[in-house]
């Protein structure tokens, strides 16, 4: 199959248009910037919409109205911007919204730096705004996962009226790869429950608040229910070299990449090491862990942060099994510290 | 027997929750009235604010959606921008529009959002009990003003009308009031002539009601009436402050 050289940041936006994206909402930040300029290009000629908003705030509740239309709708920001944005996540999130939101992510707290990070795998995974919610969040790895997940990603929302987002390192977003560019998406979902106008119906109603307690603990108690539906489907990781593995590293996005080779080395100095690359962070992939800790003696999280991602590992293996950390934030940690990390460990623990 | 008055189409048979003497009800049935004269009930999507009228929803008898303080002209944005035949109107109070959400109001105005904007602007804070609004005229007492707003301290009310009239993507800024009947008729009209200037797409509209809150001034329904008149109408005069003809 023909092949095409795409930037990560485009491949997104491509995806969310073979996907049947209509509207891009969004605020221009560093390492994102690319997916809004691309669709500022793109949408004039397709009858789409393309609106730089006055802030992060506006561009999700903009999100928010385009989406309570029906139509298939993203804004995409990096960490300052997301934080901006939780107040119409939460939104969003409870009014049942399927739309697509999107984080290259670079290092905080506060501004931080543009460099590539993983340090909002937090804000990610537990909601990030007020209130009980959660998003599927997806972490793609490469350049032809960012248009096959945005792709994913609309499905996904759709199929269970939710926000889904995509968290990518700010290197995914920037770098380029050969990729294959997917056939545009035929399947799209009734919304019976869209504000577009009462023409022949009752009127529909989007709506969060909920002054009586029973109503709104009834509502907690569905959208709980659906994040059960998704976390007993959605789940999702790649699993390399873990069946006689005594050491599982566990990585996610870019830095999953990273690690595996990392892992071929060790496994060239003797080191049972295999890895674990969680590709639905939330709903974390427990059982891929659960697993492999069946036999493994130890596993590593490798993080492009300070240690957030290890909490969900140590979650799942239920304190049976130790969990190392290593991590660096404003810089990304090479193969070769990973192998040393990997081989010290082993010598450590006597793992060879 | 001949009807003479009835409940609008565009109203649901919902009693409202508003005080007694409030005049959120006559607005929203202005704004019904309208609809319904123009045959729009089935193309319009409303936006509520937080505010008193975050319930209006339950009493506007069309596609209505609930905001975050001060971010319905964005989702109106979202709507409009997406289904452009539609028509979007925001219903929003002082502190909803004019403090929490002015970023998202400026800037649907510079835009030329083809939004209609139904402004109450009371003064004060009516949901949470009374606090300063940016809207609170100088020396008015509130819960957060216990003395008296100060000019030195809180600086000077919003005069959203006259704010918004400056800018291009404005084609209809008018202020009205509702506190008697010939004040009422005029609002009825001001918000049919915004939801009209939407219809030819010439850009944003706003109507700027000036309204009472009794309870939280502290007044009873008739002397709030006589309040907004000799207090309000002298900082806020009313009139059409932007009356965009053609493109």
């Known amino acids: 199959m023909q092949k095409v050289l795409m930037k990560g940041n485009e491949a997104l936006a491509e995806g969310a248009l073979i996907a049947g994206c209509k509207a891009f909402f969004g605020y221009p930040i560093t390492p994102s910037s690319e997916i809004a300029e691309y669709m500022a290009r793109k949408f004039p000629k397709m009858n789409g919409v393309f609106l730089q908003a006055e802030s992060e705030l506006a561009a999700i509740n903009m999100v928010y109205g385009g989406a309570a239309t029906g139509h298939r709708v993203m804004t995409a920001s990096s960490g300052p911007g997301i934080s901006l944005k939780q107040e119409g996540i939460s939104f969003i999130a409870e009014a049942e919204l399927p739309c697509l939101i999107v984080n290259i992510s670079r290092g905080g707290p506060g501004l931080g730096g543009i460099q590539p990070a993983q340090s909002d795998y937090f804000q990610a995974t537990r909601g990030g705004g007020h209130g009980d919610y959660r998003l599927i969040v997806l972490a793609p790895s490469g350049v032809q996962e960012m248009m096959d997940f945005a792709i994913e990603a609309f499905a996904l929302a759709d199929q269970y009226r939710t926000p889904v987002m995509i968290m990518a390192e700010g290197t995914l977003g920037q770098m380029m790869e050969p990729i294959v560019v997917r056939e545009p998406v035929t399947k799209f979902y009734d919304k019976p429950w869209a504000t577009n106008g009462c023409q022949g119906r009752e009127p529909n109603i989007i709506n969060t608040l909920h002054l009586s307690p029973e109503y709104l603990e009834e509502r907690n108690r569905h959208l709980q229910h659906k994040y059960d539906e998704i976390s007993r489907r959605e789940k999702k990781a790649e699993s390399y070299l873990t069946e006689d593995a005594d050491l599982v590293v566990v990585a996610f996005g870019l830095m999953a990449r990273i690690v595996k080779r990392a892992v071929m080395e060790a496994r060239k100095n003797g080191v049972k090491v295999g890895m674990i690359r969680p590709i639905t962070l939330w709903p974390f992939p427990d059982d891929a862990i659960i697993k492999a800790a069946q036999t493994a003696k130890r596993f590593l999280s490798v993080e492009i942060n300070m240690g957030q991602m290890i909490e969900d590992i140590r979650l799942a293996v239920g304190g049976r099994i130790p969990v190392d950390f290593y991590g660096r934030i404003g810089v990304i940690p090479n193969p070769e510290e990973i192998l040393r990390e990997i081989l010290m460990l082993a010598e450590r623990e006597g793992l060879r | ?247």
């Open chain 2, 1 to 247: 027997m001949k009807v003479v008055a009835k409940r609008p189409a565009s109203l649901k048979d919902n009693k409202f929750h508003y005080c007694p003497g409030c005049t959120h009800g006559i607005i929203h049935r202005l704004v019904a009235e309208c609809l319904d004269e123009l045959s729009l009930r089935e193309k319009a999507i409303g936006i509520c604010p937080v505010g008193c009228a975050v319930l209006a929803y339950d009493y506007f008898n069309c596609d209505m959606l609930e905001a975050a303080h001060g971010r319905a002209p964005a989702i109106a944005t979202g709507i409009k921008r997406l289904l452009p035949d539609k028509i979007v109107f925001t219903y929003q109070g002082d502190g909803d529009l004019a403090s929490i959400g002015m970023g998202e109001i400026v800037h649907a105005s510079l835009r030329g959002e083809k939004i209609t904007v139904i402004f109450v602007n009371n003064a004060i804070y009516g949901m949470t009990g009374g606090q300063m609004a940016p809207t609170t005229l100088l020396g008015q007492v509130t819960t957060t003003s216990p003395y008296g707003r100060k000019k030195e301290w809180e600086g000077y009310p919003a005069k959203m009308a006259e704010l918004l009239s400056q800018n291009e993507g404005s084609a209809y800024i008018c202020r009205t009031s509702v506190h008697n009947p010939a004040n009422v008729m005029k609002t009825k009209k001001a918000i049919k002539k915004a939801l009209q200037i939407q219809q030819t797409g010439l850009g944003f509209t706003m109507v700027e009601i000036l309204s009472t809150c009794p309870t939280n001034w502290g007044l009873g329904p008739i002397e709030a009436l006589d309040w907004l008149e000799k207090n309000m109408i002298p900082y806020y005069p009313l009139g059409e402050f932007k009356v965009k003809e053609a493109f």
